[in-house]
């Protein structure tokens, strides 16, 4: 049905436990080996979680029900669901590919990877990792391709029982062809940070700068919009700035903070709202400037709603801030987007951050630190347009299995509860 591609591979050598000598290409940041390590980890936990969730069942007695007799007796047990489509985005093309095959696996099934066009030769290089280590021939498959040509094929194919996508829009496109099967969807946010008068300030900030400009803001969990306290606003202002002033541009080979977006389309759309906001009054903060697909770290204060900046993903190094006079006015703009992945509220009211999340419309809130995915067995998992079920390793193995019942029945009734 599909086939594999297994490429040769040059470079560096990694020993995993099974002793199973690996070769893998050569890893130009430190940023992208704490990915493969990360990667390696979850491996490891999800295959000891999978035989604590898998080698359980359940055993049921018909009298337990109100109206019946012990004759009938229920054993229930997880099954897997047969082939799994994985698609992983551009950003991460081996942590969150590996999030989505593990699971597969331990679970039992067969697994598809269409790695993103962008990130296809890292996953290529994984999936003959995985060849080397001895798995059956078939059990993964790898095909690449630009979605606009094959995704339909994969998505619609027959042959798939189960699909777990992260990506944009394209998955809600996918999610109306893909038919009765089981979708795991995360399709990005607008991850909004709800900062009150009492917060620590210096500590926002380090935060705004990590969670809305590290891998240049191309990550679906990056603060995405900062709703801050108007008596507040000016100060923490100013210490982002400062932050911003020390982040290095340039290419990734240098391990550069701030390094080119994937496309030039990605950067022509973030220049198309850093223009819209400029035309309706957004105060710059720093001169913008780009170089092809180069930004530099751009934060746009006094945004308001009228702005497209203000409810738009950029995906990029771009962030807007927005001046509120009320808690209740930046929660009303968090739940008015259509987006619901993650927030985050930073105060020292422990009772007030508990409200506050509870009233927030996403997936995941954190209190005192910026949007993150991890670690990688917490529930995670978006609200509204920003996806469908929940990932983390235990929650993506319980999806990627089905529950099977076999019932004896009994010839006449065993003794009965009370």
Not at 154 to 161: A, E, F, Q, R, S
Not at 175 to 185: C, D, R, T, V, Y
Not at 272 to 286: E, I, R, S
Not at 290 to 296: E, F, M, T, V
Request: aromatic share 6%; hydrophobic share 40%; with cysteine.
């Amino acid at each position: 049905m599909f086939t594999s591609s297994t490429p040769m591979v040059s470079g560096r050598s990694l020993r995993l436990e099974n002793s199973c000598l690996l070769s893998i290409p050569p890893l130009e940041t430190p940023t992208s080996r704490s990915k493969v390590v990360r990667s390696a980890d979850l491996i490891s936990y999800c295959a000891e979680e999978g035989v604590r969730i898998l080698g359980e069942g359940k055993f049921l007695v018909s009298d337990s029900f109100p109206g019946n007799e012990r004759t009938k007796y229920c054993l229930t047990s997880k099954i897997p669901l047969g082939v799994v489509l994985a698609i992983p985005p551009f950003n991460y093309p081996v942590n969150l590919a590996v999030s989505k095959i593990a699971p597969a696996l331990i679970a039992g099934n067969s697994l598809v990877l269409k790695p993103p066009t962008q990130g296809a030769v890292a996953a290529l290089h994984m999936v003959h990792c995985f060849h080397l280590a001895g798995f059956p021939k078939g059990l993964i498959s790898c095909v690449t391709g630009k979605g606009s040509e094959i995704g339909d094929f994969l998505t619609m194919h027959p042959g798939v029982n189960c699909i777990s996508f992260t990506g944009g829009d394209t998955g809600i496109a996918i999610s109306k062809k893909a038919g009765m099967i089981p979708l795991q969807m995360e399709l990005g946010g607008k991850d909004a940070c709800i900062i009150l008068e009492d917060a620590d300030l210096d500590l926002v900030a380090a935060n705004i700068v990590k969670g809305g400009f590290s891998y240049s803001g191309q990550r679906c969990t990056a603060v995405k919009v900062v709703l801050v306290m108007e008596s507040v606003a000016d100060t923490l202002v100013e210490k982002v700035k400062a932050k911003l002033a020390k982040l290095t541009v340039g290419p990734p080979e240098d391990d550069c903070d701030i390094t080119p977006v994937v496309t030039e389309s990605s950067a022509n759309f973030i220049e198309g709202l850093v223009m819209d906001a400029k035309q309706k009054g957004a105060t710059f903060c720093q001169e913008y400037k780009r170089q092809g697909n180069l930004i530099w770290p751009l934060l746009l204060d006094n945004v308001r709603p009228d702005m497209r900046i203000a409810w738009e993903e950029p995906f990029g190094p771009v962030l807007p801030v927005i001046r509120i006079n009320s808690v209740e006015e930046g929660i009303n703009h968090c739940n008015a987007s259509n987006f619901g992945l993650q927030g985050c509220v930073f105060t020292r009211d422990i009772n007030k951050a508990i409200l506050i999340s509870d009233a927030m419309e996403t997936g995941t809130v954190q209190i005192n630190s910026a949007p993150a995915r991890g670690p990688d067995h917490f529930p995670f998992q978006g609200l509204k347009d920003s996806g469908i079920g929940s990932q983390g390793i235990t929650n993506s193995i319980n999806m990627m299995t089905k529950i099977k019942s076999t019932v004896i029945n009994l010839p006449s009734p065993s003794y009965t509860l009370g």
